[in-house]
């Protein structure tokens, strides 16, 4: 099959037939919690019609992590060039979109009100409604893009910033099950691979070794909490302590050791997600689990997650990966379901909440 | 030429429509900076009062720095979504220039008699006892004609005045525009908001440079001002930026100690021009001049 320009996509899908004669609500979605610059438009809260991203990865690793008065600088330089190019793809005008949606948080306070502020002024030029959108609903409602999927389902979200069991009741009706007390399961891995000189983001890195190496090589601490929290800071501790204390070698010695270790390190981190993903699955009765966010990017990670999904016999759903990761699409999508619900519009004020939850 | 006028640089959320150089219709709310709604609130109210619609205006004027970090953000992410939809220009404006010609224009309406020749000095505390300061001289009769005395900087409060007292001593010719030597009789100093401890007091600065020394606390800049130093950039009489080029100005951002601290300084685009510096070129700017400090 040709591949089509977001242009013909856009025109097959905005064109009237004889037999749909209903025109899709396009969103437009904008994305800058973090460091990303994101903007993308998308049909009916499930096929995108183009999506740019703004990467700082080049600032990112010159600093050795994302630095948020940079972040937000390079969001208020990048906005007005990214919206302009998913626009000209998608040959729309403002007037053929129904909605801006934009991320309110969670993420960095600078970051999200410099993109939050662009789409206050998107709307107030162009009268279409502010759909808020946090950035956690968001992830799961990548769950959305290219499928047919529809809620009650359970969303696992890791990433930098979260970890969050939720359960997905509707698409605006969210129960959070379990969540970290401390830090997020991509930040462990992150602090990890910038201690073993693997860059940053080292999530990668540390998985390609996992991958190679025994799990049960090194016992690190299972935070067990009952309350359904997770808590990672002891493993990342017990983790820098044993890194202090033992001489990973040179060479191939090196290599063995540093695989052993990421696996038993990852089996640490994926351990108490699996446990609490069984039982919350028991619990709600849910046959689909949705999984979002940069961490599900992990090999490590999915291979368990599939031998839980067999186990249990529920339906695995994991996005492409471009829409786990940061990204508009899933802004758009989720602004989509909430226009349509009359959910997080805002006619007037929307604060940037740095410590939003879900 | 009509043109919505935006300042949250500073303690004051200004914004003004203006039509043929003059203000019709201005909101301004003094207050700390909860501009997050409040811009937008004015700008609408704005649109209301003077039953104009967004695709009305003709461009864009926008204070970019120095300043509040927030404020600045917002302003400036403001003006870039309103300018996106409707293909406006922007005018992105100085902050410390807007304010010395706030200073100018209180100077003529208090003083009958001719104004001896000032320079106007605008200050703004960058915290850590550092500060934001340009000098401009103001010829008596001839308005359009500004000269930098002395660059948008920013640095130790000590080091700003030791400069600046250089200046005056020196009497070299101006940094730009080839003016002749001309020590002022006068210096107008001002500031926003309450008078921070490290600036030097009038007495002080009277002892030290021998001049006329006025101080003025309070100077946001006015939306008068703004509307002046935009329209000859908005008509096209001076180059404008394009909106993506358009970024907070000059300040210092704290970084990781590795690999090397960026200082963000003003790159000046002219003697009148306002000033404006983006990321990009800041970093463009620093990789290809070695005499820009870097610690």
């Not at chain 1, 799961?140 to 359970?154: Q, S």
Request: hydrophobic letters at 45%; aromatic letters at 6%.
């Amino acid at each position: 099959m040709a591949t089509k320009t977001p242009r013909e996509a856009a025109a097959e899908i905005t064109a009237k037939t004889p037999t749909n004669d209903k025109q899709p609500t396009m969103i437009l979605g904008i994305e800058t919690s973090c460091d990303d610059t994101a903007v993308a438009i998308v049909a009916d809260g499930r096929r995108v019609l183009a999506e740019h991203i703004a990467s700082q990865d080049e600032l990112n690793r010159l600093y050795g992590g994302v630095v948020p008065e940079l972040a937000s600088r390079r969001h208020l330089e990048m906005l007005v060039p990214v919206t302009k190019k998913v626009l000209r793809e998608t040959d729309l005008t403002w007037s053929d979109l129904s909605g801006v949606a934009v991320t309110y948080g969670p993420g960095l306070a600078g970051a999200l009100l410099t993109g939050l502020s662009f789409a206050k002024a998107l709307t107030l030029a162009t009268g279409l409604p502010l759909i808020g959108v946090n950035h956690l609903a968001g992830h799961i409602a990548a769950n959305y893009i290219d499928t047919d999927l529809e809620p009650p389902f359970l969303a696992l979200v890791v990433s930098g910033g979260n970890s969050q069991i939720v359960r997905v009741n509707d698409y605006v009706d969210f129960e959070i099950r379990a969540d970290t007390r401390d830090d997020a399961a991509g930040e462990v891995l992150d602090k990890i691979a910038r201690e073993l000189g693997l860059g940053f983001p080292g999530g990668a890195a540390i998985d390609a070794y996992a991958l190679k190496g025994v799990p049960t090589a090194l016992d690190f601490p299972r935070a067990r909490l009952d309350t359904g929290e997770f808590s990672y800071s002891g493993l990342k501790t017990a983790a820098l302590q044993w890194l202090r204390r033992n001489d990973l070698g040179e060479g191939e010695l090196r290599e063995g050791r540093l695989a052993d270790f990421c696996a038993s390190y990852m089996q640490a981190v994926v351990d108490p997600l699996i446990d609490n993903l069984r039982a919350e699955l028991s619990a709600s009765g849910y046959g689909t689990l949705g999984v979002s966010g940069g961490v599900s990017a992990s090999r490590f990670l999915r291979r368990e997650l599939r031998i839980l999904a067999e186990e249990t016999g529920i339906k695995l759903h994991i996005p492409a990966m471009r829409y786990c990761t940061d990204n508009a699409a899933m802004i758009a999508a989720q602004g989509y379901f909430q226009l349509k619900l009359g959910s997080g519009i805002y006619p007037g004020d929307l604060d940037a909440v740095a410590n939003l939850t879900l | 030429m009509r043109i919505l006028l935006i300042n949250t640089a500073l303690d004051h959320c200004v914004t003004a429509l203006s039509e043929g150089g003059k203000i019709v219709c201005s909101l301004e709310t003094p207050g700390r900076r909860a501009y997050a709604n409040l811009l937008f609130r004015q700008i609408r109210e704005l649109f209301d009062a003077d039953t104009v619609a967004a695709n009305e205006i003709d461009g864009i004027a926008c204070v970019n720095g120095p300043g509040s970090f927030t404020g600045l953000r917002v302003g400036l992410a403001a003006a870039k979504g309103l300018a996106l939809v409707h293909d406006l220009p922007i005018a992105p404006v100085n902050t410390l220039l807007n304010c010395c010609l706030t200073m100018y224009d209180a100077d003529v309406r208090e003083r009958m008699t001719p104004l001896p020749s000032t320079w106007y000095v605008s200050l703004l505390d960058a915290r850590n006892e550092r500060l934001y300061g340009a000098a401009y001289a103001a010829p008596v009769s001839d308005r359009p004609h500004w000269y930098i005395e002395h660059e948008p900087w920013v640095g130790a409060a000590a080091d700003f005045f030791d400069c600046l007292e250089q200046r005056l001593t020196d009497g070299v010719v101006s940094l730009v525009g080839g003016r002749p030597n001309c020590r002022p009789e006068r210096l107008v100093i001002g500031w926003a908001g309450a008078r921070p401890e490290y600036f030097p007091t009038e007495e002080e600065l009277t002892d030290r440079f021998g001049l006329e020394i006025a101080m003025r606390s309070g100077i946001y800049g006015f939306a008068e001002t703004l509307v002046e130093m935009a329209v000859p950039v908005l008509s096209g009489m001076l180059p404008t930026a394009e909106a993506d080029e358009i970024a907070v100005l000059s300040d210092e951002v704290d970084l990781p100690s590795t690999p090397k601290r960026v200082e963000l300084t003003a790159v000046n685009a002219g003697n009148l021009l306002p000033l404006y510096v983006s990321l990009a070129q800041a970093e463009r700017f620093l990789a290809t001049s070695p005499s820009l400090p870097n610690s």
